[in-house]
């Protein structure tokens, strides 16, 4: 299945628990490799097109966090909720990703 980029900017996401996480604001793209590096996620109500990306985004999710993508909804892996917290008590302007609560976990 493919999805146009238009699509994937403002298709929701949440959690595999069902917890909504927003819509896809943005997303970054290796210029070597063009994969993928990373989704901008931010509020569902946030609609002015001129302001989207890394601006607003409440957190940058990695490919590896994402479980599916469907044409309705991008659903990640629970441990972002927990990071996003810990990321806020830490740094009000880090975008946490779930990368380091999984180093965290294996320890």
Known sequence: MRIDSRDLQGLPVVTQSGQ?????????????????????V???NW???F??????AQY???PAQVL???SE????QDGLIAERAEETRT????LPTISSVASRSQE
């Open 20 to 40: 909504r996480l927003g819509k896809v604001l943005s997303f970054e793209v290796d210029i070597e490799s063009h994969a993928i590096m990373s989704y901008a």
């Open 42 to 44: 931010g509020p569902r």
């Open 47 to 49: 609609s002015a097109p």
């Open 51 to 56: 302001a989207v990306g890394r601006s607003v």
């Open 60 to 62: 940058l999710i990695a």
């Open 68 to 70: 599916s993508i469907t």
């Open 73 to 76: 909804v991008m659903t990640v």
């Open 91 to 94: 740094s009000a302007s880090a």
